[in-house]
T-cell receptor, first 113, second 113 residues
């Protein structure tokens, strides 16, 4: 079974803090994704990565950055957390082809106070 | 640009009744379409996908969806609802741009005993 794990299920941070969300997949997938999920808005793509050290902006990259130093790990960074970044963050990975299944982690619910 | 619209943010059915969750898409090129399900406190998992083969697609847990190009629709159905089907359901579209998915807003399904 494909396993995508995220470092925390729940996280509480203060405004202005630097926040790291970690995601690890165990299936040697090329592609990895970070989404945020908000009620009534579905999932919105923040960043994605096709390969190690490669990244591309998604639909809502402002206020976020990412790092992919190893194939299995994709990190989402909030340089200076703000209250409007309170959300559920979901990581996903998939093999190479666009029609393949994306496998999701359980999510991290981040609250910024 | 691609987009997905799910009609109805909340759908409630009785156990044993038909489940119908609506999804309409917009795409300038032939799309690939997906339905994902999210159970409480979990990540998303794939229910089924359309990748230009058969227009009637069968998925897990008795769900199926039919791709109708003339109606730009990909509605999800299940003949008989079960209590365990209570979850949030997301429709998504891609045109194979490296697997980048565009998600609908989600539909929360409630099943009454």
């Amino acid at each position: 079974d494909v396993k995508v794990t995220q470092s925390s299920r729940y996280l509480v941070k203060r405004t202005g803090e630097k926040v790291f969300l970690e995601c690890v997949q165990d299936m040697d997938h090329e592609n990895m994704f970070w989404y945020r999920q908000d009620p009534g808005l579905g999932l919105r793509l923040i960043y994605f990565s096709y390969d190690v050290k490669m990244k591309e902006k998604g639909d809502i990259p402002e206020g976020y950055s990412v790092s992919r130093e190893k194939k299995e790990r994709f990190s989402l960074i909030l340089e200076s957390a703000s209250t409007n970044q309170t959300s559920m963050y979901l990581c996903a990975s998939m093999w190479l082809q666009g029609t393949d299944t994306q496998y999701f982690g359980p999510g991290t619910r981040l609250t910024v106070l | 640009a691609q987009s997905v619209t799910q009609l109805g943010s909340h759908v409630s059915v009785s156990e044993g009744a038909l489940v119908l969750l609506r999804c309409n898409y917009s795409s300038s090129v032939p799309p690939y379409l997906f339905w994902y399900v999210q159970y409480p406190n979990q990540g998303l998992q794939l229910l089924l996908k359309y990748t230009s083969a058969a227009t009637l697609v069968k998925g897990i847990n008795g769900f199926e969806a039919e791709f109708k190009k003339s109606e730009t629709s990909f509605h999800l159905t299940k003949p008989s609802a079960h209590m365990s089907d209570a979850a949030e359901y997301f429709c998504a579209v891609t045109i194979n741009q490296g697997g980048k998915l565009i998600f609908g807003q989600g539909t929360e399904l409630s099943v009454k005993p």
